[in-house]
């Protein structure tokens, strides 16, 4: 079982990395196989279908999608901005969608957010399942959440819940 984690906040002191790198601990005790991609990698122009038409797929998107398609499923940690998605995992999506093969089709997907409020981010990842229903993903029905997130409430969470969370779809 291979899952690839990716981060939707490329800030240096971000809740929603940390919370990443949380399940990846629950991850590593579970003995799963898995890849880590930080936000940096989600790194591309904001889509534009002049620039596909003269440039293609940017490289990076396409380095993407073949980490999501070789992956069995896909965690994606998302803050939420304005009760909505992370701009970086909405264009993400975007562009590897352009990609050939339809990456997302099929590709189960687990949805994460940290929050400094108190609705830990889950209208953001409402939005995201339906930007990903979309793409013909299946997502996972339980959320991760961690609302009034800092430092001591993630390391806070609940290991069985976080297994439990990760094994969606197995
Ligand atoms: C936010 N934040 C935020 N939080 C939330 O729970 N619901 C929201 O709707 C919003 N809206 C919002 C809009 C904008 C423009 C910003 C900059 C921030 C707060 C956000 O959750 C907080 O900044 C997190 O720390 C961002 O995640 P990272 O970068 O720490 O992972």
Redesign the pocket.
Known sequence: MSILFIGG?R?K?????KLKHRLVQVAEKHTFDFELLDADALDAPIYHGDHEQAEGVPKAMQQLAKAVAAADKVVLVS?????SVSPLIKNAIDWTSRVDGQVWKGKKVLLAA????G?G?IRGLSHLRDILGNVQAWTAPLFACCPNANDETIAAMDDDFLSTFLSQGD
């Open positions: 906040s800030r002191e971000s809740i929603n990395a803050p939420e901005y304005n009760a940290a929050s400094p409020g609705l981010g």
